[in-house]
């Protein structure tokens, strides 16, 4: 039975979660620190953690120096190792690259401390994102002098911890064949999503997780997101017959999350207990999750 309420040497830290409806529950929690969900957990990882480009959220400095901004990448990257199963993936939404304030190979230094980590390469997707408004910076004007190619795409970059091969779970794959066949097509191009329509500054679009969930996991499968935002991996988990575990550290976007959850999946609070569980303590989703033998 797992115990929701855990102490470390310092203080007695409670990991209530934000939210909790029947497969989904959010903590208000920094990946850093948390400590409610129990190590070789999690079937699959989809996120997409702050690119240090300067996006103003509200509880994240988006602009280190590239060098504190790999040391926090190898902190939550080795965080996400300990809690994911051993025949667990990872599925790390990054950028190729970075062409403001000096070029970096960001997408390409990643998965170098992901491997270093721990992390086996499987494979990148590519995700055409088709934006176009990028095409601005040109460096230098018909020129060959300085000139800048920046690529309109992002990675989605496949790791896993020990086999490749899945052998447990539910066994139970729900995707169509022409999805299968389309979506391991290492190029995916959709769309990205409106900041302005989600009310986060950094959303990703639901085609991302959904894929990654259909194509990767098993039904009911545990499906987490350590950065969780404004809930989207957890509405496609939600959607698609998974368990989905998401961690985000600025409250206010917990609640863009669970409003949208509530709205979107058709999700209310779990009132099973007779109890809006924004404040209380019990943990049903990892109870359920673990019995389930995951
Ligand atoms: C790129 S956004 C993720 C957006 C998400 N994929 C969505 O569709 O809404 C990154 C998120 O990570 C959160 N964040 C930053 N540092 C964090 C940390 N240490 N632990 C948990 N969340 C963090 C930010 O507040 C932000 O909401």
């Not at 990054?94 to 998965?111: E, H, Y």
């Not at 961690?247 to 209310?268: F, H, M, P, S, W």
Request: charged share 25%; glycine share 8%.
């Amino acid at each position: 039975m797992l115990n929701t309420t855990t102490k470390n040497t310092k203080a007695k830290v409670v990991n209530t979660p934000y939210f909790e409806a029947e497969n989904i529950l959010i903590y208000n929690e920094d990946i850093l620190k948390i400590t409610a969900i129990p190590n070789n957990f999690v079937d699959l990882i989809v996120t997409s953690p702050p690119y240090n480009v300067d996006i103003h959220y509200n509880s994240h400095n988006d602009d280190l120096s590239y060098e504190d901004y790999l040391e926090f990448t190898r902190k939550w990257i080795k965080k996400c190792f300990d809690l994911t199963k051993s025949e667990g993936r990872f599925l790390l939404n990054i950028p190729l690259d970075k062409n403001k304030g000096g070029q970096k190979s960001v997408g390409a230094d990643i998965t170098e401390i992901a491997k270093d980590i721990g992390w086996k390469y499987h494979s990148t997707i590519i995700w055409n994102e088709g934006n176009i408004s990028r095409r601005t910076a040109w460096g230098s004007w018909l020129s060959a002098s300085a000139p800048f190619v920046i690529a309109p795409v992002e990675l989605i970059v496949v790791l896993y911890k020990g086999e490749w091969k899945k052998t447990g779970g539910t066994k139970q794959s729900d995707i169509s064949k022409e999805d299968f066949m389309d979506w391991t097509n290492g190029l995916w191009t959709f769309n990205g999503e409106s900041k302005k329509r989600i009310g986060h500054p950094a959303p990703f679009p639901i085609q991302l997780p959904h894929r990654g969930i259909k194509l990767f996991s098993y039904v009911r499968d545990v499906i987490f997101d350590p950065f969780a935002g404004s809930g989207t991996t957890l509405i496609a988990a939600e959607k698609n017959n998974r368990v989905g575990i998401g961690l985000e550290i600025d409250k206010n976007y917990c609640e863009v999350a669970k409003q949208r959850i509530i709205k979107e999946t058709g999700r209310t609070l779990d009132f099973k207990n007779g109890k809006d569980n924004t404040s209380g303590t019990h943990n049903g989703v990892l109870q359920k999750a673990s019995k389930a033998g995951h």
